[in-house]
């Protein structure tokens, strides 16, 4: 599983904790210049983006029938990070910004340094981890037959960041 602040339960997690998810919708720009505005699939992606200008201006907008993955969505935890899972990124973690005394009662708040945008009425404090640190593990057993074959080890820049 792909661990995004869209994914249903990172979201429950990161409000819990008393975050938010921003959602940004985007055109890959470097695309613009090789794109045809008569084409109706890029008119009706680009009213799509700017559909908040559009909805009160008289004009309707015919059903738009681009594909949906020419349009990029991107969840950012408090408006910043795209993903909800890392190893560093300290800035967004409890641990980080409270002693293991605080850590141990519930309910005890952190200020992030950072200069987040936050929403009206938010108390600019949290109460526990934006982002969590909790990697995904899968384990395949190899035999013998198995070690004699050609394998991919895939894993984050952080791991081999450390190893040898």
Not at 18 to 38: A, K, S, V
Not at 131 to 149: C, G, K, M, T
Request: net charge negative; glycine share 6%.
């Amino acid at each position: 599983d792909v661990h995004k602040p869209s994914d249903t339960s990172e979201k429950a997690r990161i409000e819990q904790a008393n975050g938010w998810i921003t959602t940004e919708t985007e055109i890959p720009i470097g695309q613009l210049r090789r794109m045809d505005f008569l084409d109706e699939d890029v008119v009706g992606i680009l009213r799509r983006c700017f559909s908040d200008r559009y909805e009160n201006s008289g004009t309707t907008i015919r059903e738009c029938k681009a594909a949906p993955q020419r349009i990029l969505q991107i969840h950012r935890v408090c408006g910043e990070l795209a993903v909800s899972r890392a190893l560093g990124d300290r800035d967004f973690k409890a641990s980080f910004h409270m002693t293991a005394e605080e850590r141990i009662v519930e309910g005890s708040l952190w200020e992030s340094p950072l200069m987040f945008a936050y929403p009206n009425a938010h108390s600019c404090r949290f109460t526990g981890d934006l982002v969590a640190n909790s990697p995904d593990f899968q384990e395949i057993e190899l035999d013998e037959e198995d070690a004699s074959e050609e394998f991919l080890l895939l894993a984050s820049d952080g791991l081999w960041d450390v190893l040898d």
